[in-house]
């Protein structure tokens, strides 16, 4: 996946930072967060996940 949007990117298990198309940096968010965010999507019936299959 390809993303400027942080908040999408940290669903990823790591993130590369490109500057002038070579790799700047590679983080991997913590797991914990990502959890966490989940965890806030499955209460919330009103939050859509996107991404899925396609």
Same mark, same amino acid.
């Given at each position: 996946m390809v993303t400027?949007?942080?908040h999408v990117?940290?669903?990823a $298990?790591r993130? /590369?930072?490109? /500057? =002038?198309g070579?790799? @700047?940096?590679? $983080?991997?968010? =913590?797991? %914990?967060?990502?959890?966490? =965010?989940?965890? /806030?999507?499955?209460s @919330?019936?009103?939050?859509?996940?996107h991404g899925?299959? %396609?």
């Amino acid at each position: 996946m390809v993303t400027h949007e942080r908040h999408v990117a940290e669903r990823a $298990e790591r993130i /590369v930072h490109l /500057v =002038d198309g070579r790799i @700047d940096r590679i $983080e991997y968010p =913590d797991e %914990s967060a990502r959890t966490a =965010d989940a965890s /806030v999507a499955e209460s @919330d019936p009103g939050t859509e996940a996107h991404g899925g299959d %396609s």
